[in-house]
Structure formats: structure tokens, C-alpha cells
């Protein structure tokens, strides 16, 4: 089993930075490659970004290309978004994911667990 908890939501104006983070815990973490998602009001859960477990390779959203970095430590069980640049439309909760990576069509394709979210609000 593994448990995944995020930090680091909040409000920033537009043209701020958000890190967030993710803790795992159990002894897996490096077993399973990590991803972020986010669901605004009223729209479906969309993949944002994900990492190998190596974190040698990483994907993007187009949406999010160029602004938003993912990152991991394996030694710390915790994965990282780094938020640049964020636009009112980044608002949403974002979760962070274990699961795998369909490397082809460049997402994470299957989720095994989820955390329970953080809110990030971008102002305008």
C-alpha cells in the first residue's frame, strides 16, 4: 500500500510560482513511476505531468509545457511541480499519482494510488 500526501497549494497571482510536493511513504515509491493531475469546477481530472521511476524521462501536458517542471528524489520518497508562470486558467486541485507511464502517447495512462489533492488558486 502506498500513501501519498500533497503540500504546497495556495493562492499566487498570475505570473507567480507554486512548488508542490508529494510524500510517499512505504518502501515502493521508487517502484512505481509518478505523475500530477488536476480537476477544475465542473471539468473532468486531466494529466498534467509525469517521471520515470528513474526520473530520467518526463512528460508534459501541452498545456503546461514550458512553465511547469516535475521532478523526483528517490531517496526522500517525494515528488515535485514546479509552477512557473501560472495563469488564472491553472486553477484547480492537483493530485499527485503512482502509477504507469504509457510512454507512446506520453501520459500516465494508469493510476494504482492517489492523493487526497491540494488547492492551487491563480488570481488574475
Known amino acids: 500500500q502506498v500513501q501519498l500526501v500533497e503540500s504546497g497549494g495556495g493562492l499566487v497571482q498570475a505570473g507567480g510560482s507554486l512548488r508542490l510536493s508529494c510524500a510517499s511513504s512505504g518502501r515502493t515509491f521508487s517502484s512505481y513511476a509518478m505523475g500530477w493531475f488536476r480537476q477544475a469546477p465542473g471539468k473532468e481530472r486531466e494529466f498534467v505531468a509525469a517521471?520515470?521511476?528513474?526520473?530520467?524521462?518526463?512528460y508534459y501536458a501541452d498545456s503546461v509545457k514550458g512553465r511547469f517542471t516535475i521532478s523526483r528524489d528517490n531517496a526522500k520518497n517525494t515528488v515535485y511541480l514546479q509552477m512557473n508562470s501560472l495563469k488564472p486558467e491553472d486553477t484547480a486541485v492537483y493530485y499527485c499519482?503512482?502509477?504507469?507511464?504509457?510512454?507512446?502517447?506520453?501520459?500516465?495512462?494508469?493510476?494504482?494510488?492517489w492523493g487526497q489533492g491540494t488547492q492551487v488558486t491563480v488570481s488574475s
Open positions: 517521471i520515470t521511476r528513474s526520473g530520467g524521462s518526463t
Open positions: 499519482a503512482a502509477g504507469t507511464i504509457a510512454q507512446a502517447m506520453g501520459v500516465m495512462a494508469l493510476v494504482n494510488y
